[in-house]
């Protein structure tokens, strides 16, 4: 019997399109399935990449101070979190709400299904008495949901910087329509990571042991897996670039020759000139001007800058302007 391969018709859409495009590129949402959410969180512990220990930093000296921002006597709150991923820096805060008897129910929103249910299954250890309610979703089908809410207030996280996947201008855009979908009581805590000194940037997303290459070459190794692609990882090299100039990383896959890539489930081969790139990753830094500027377009007001101890990383918590 010959057996036909179902492609999920979404994301083969998104890797045809970004493919085809001059100059190719991918979201980086496509890092993340059950390899790149592993690999990501071998980079979470990696000494060079500084911000998990910076928003650890801050949910650990600053759980009151956060939890107050939303705590009334009104009852129940959703704390819906945008690309949780595993959600170990989430899990001080679920932690500190569970052992202040807030009620509250917690929703994870994450494209990747694997690291979903890997978060679920350590929370219903770890804290039985968590209400939890994961989505798989894109972040705009969740604001979709959000849109449809109103019966309780909202803490909505978006952590690790996350934001910094958005270019400005993609960020302004993205917090307008999240700002929709927030009542006056509701609040948005946004991780930025902070401007610095270049060279410790540069080596979060270009570290010595290879992690984060490990990680961007994965997408190649996905469209291998998922799509009959037939990428060979090592005719590709990982290139990460930092501007201090614009706060911008970027991050591109760089094809060592030129070469056809045949991929079954479009049936044909993508070309590759020799040093052709596929940009897989922005990552914008911000200042507190930049910060001030994105909420002020986006329709809302800082109420807290909360820094962890070296101010390397921010969790800025927002509120629809009055
Ligand atoms: C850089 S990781 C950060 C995870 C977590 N927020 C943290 O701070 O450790 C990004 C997470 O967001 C998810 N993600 C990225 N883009 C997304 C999108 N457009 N919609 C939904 N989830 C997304 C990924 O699957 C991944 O788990």
Redesign the pocket.
């Known amino acids: 019997m010959i057996q036909t391969k179902t492609y999920n018709k979404e994301i083969l859409k998104t890797i045809t399109a970004g493919l085809e495009q001059q100059p190719k590129r991918l ?3 496509l ?2 399935d059950e390899i790149g ?1 592993k690999i ?1 969180q071998a980079i ?1 512990r990696m000494p060079t990449y500084y ?2 220990a910076c ?1 650890f930093d801050i949910f650990r000296n600053q759980k009151d101070r956060i939890l107050n921002h939303i705590m009334s006597d009104e009852g129940s709150f959703k704390l819906v ?10 899990e001080v805060l679920l932690d500190h709400f569970l052992k202040k008897q807030t009620p509250f129910t917690y929703v994870p ?4 299904e694997a ?1 979903l249910a890997q978060l679920a299954t350590r929370l219903s250890k770890s804290l039985p008495d968590l209400k939890i309610h994961p989505e798989c ?4 089908e ?1 604001l979709e949901i959000m849109k449809n809410d109103t019966s309780e207030k909202k803490l909505i996280l ?5 934001i910094g ?1 958005f270019s400005k201008d993609e960020a302004i855009t993205f917090i307008k329509k999240l700002a929709v979908n927030m009542n006056a009581p509701d609040r948005l805590l946004i ?1 930025f990571d902070l401007k610095k000194d270049p060279r410790l940037i540069q080596a979060a997303y270009d570290d010595p042991e290879g992690i984060t290459r490990e990680f961007n070459l994965n997408l190649l190794g996905r469209i291998n897996r998922e799509f009959g692609g037939q990428f060979d990882l090592e005719l590709f090299s990982h290139y990460p670039f930092y501007d201090p100039e614009t706060g911008v990383t970027k991050s591109f896959l760089v094809s060592n020759q030129e070469q056809e890539v045949w991929i079954d489930a479009i049936e044909k081969s993508i070309h590759f000139d020799k040093a052709e790139i596929i940009h897989t990753e922005v990552s914008q830094k911000y200042d507190l001007k930049m910060i001030n500027l994105l909420s002020a377009q986006s329709g809302l007001e800082i109420v807290d800058v909360i820094y962890d101890q070296k101010e390397y990383f921010a969790d800025v918590v927002l509120k629809l302007k009055d």
């Open positions: 979201p980086s949402w890092f993340y959410d990501f979470m911000l998990t928003e979190e945008l690309g949780a991923g595993d959600g170990t820096k989430t929103v994450d494209v990747s690291v979703k894109l972040y705009n969740a978006f952590l690790g910087a996350n996947n991780g």
